[in-house]
């Protein structure tokens, strides 16, 4: 059994030490008797922005993005963008499209980016 759910100030310098870098905004963590995952976002004027992915498997990996997305939707966030080249599949099959144009052009460094609207619910605009 996994559990993932939000870092306490207490779980960061382990996820640091995972991550093998410095959080600077929120991160979740997954558990499968030990640390096996997390996920580094931010959330900023524009949307939620994904930092850092990385899991001890790879079939993780949807489930731990798609909790952050999850999470950034409940708290009222629309735009999501990444990043992470090496997720570009992934990124695919989890309907995140190339970031050619929106409040964070592809020059700041993202990559692609997701509308939240409905992705839960399936109900679109």
């Known amino acids: ?9 207490e779980q960061i310098p382990e996820a640091e030490l995972y991550l093998d870098k410095k959080i600077k905004g929120l991160v979740m963590l997954l558990y499968e008797q030990k640390l096996t995952g997390a996920v580094e976002f931010n959330i900023a004027p524009g949307g939620g922005f994904i930092e850092a992915l990385k899991t001890d498997s790879e079939e993780m990996q949807y489930v731990t993005l798609a ?3 999850n999470f950034l939707d409940l708290h009222g ?4 963008y990444i990043n992470l080249k090496e997720y570009e599949k992934l990124c695919e099959r989890m309907k995140f499209v190339p970031c050619d144009e929106g409040p964070v052009p592809k020059k700041d460094g993202y990559l692609a980016k997701v509308d ?6 399936h109900e679109h605009e």
């Not at 939240?116 to 619910?121: D, M």
């Open 116 to 121: 939240l609207k409905g992705y839960f619910t």
């Open 77 to 80: 966030i629309r735009y999501v």
């Open 67 to 69: 909790s952050a997305l």
């Open 1 to 9: 059994m996994f559990s993932i759910k939000l870092a306490t100030p």
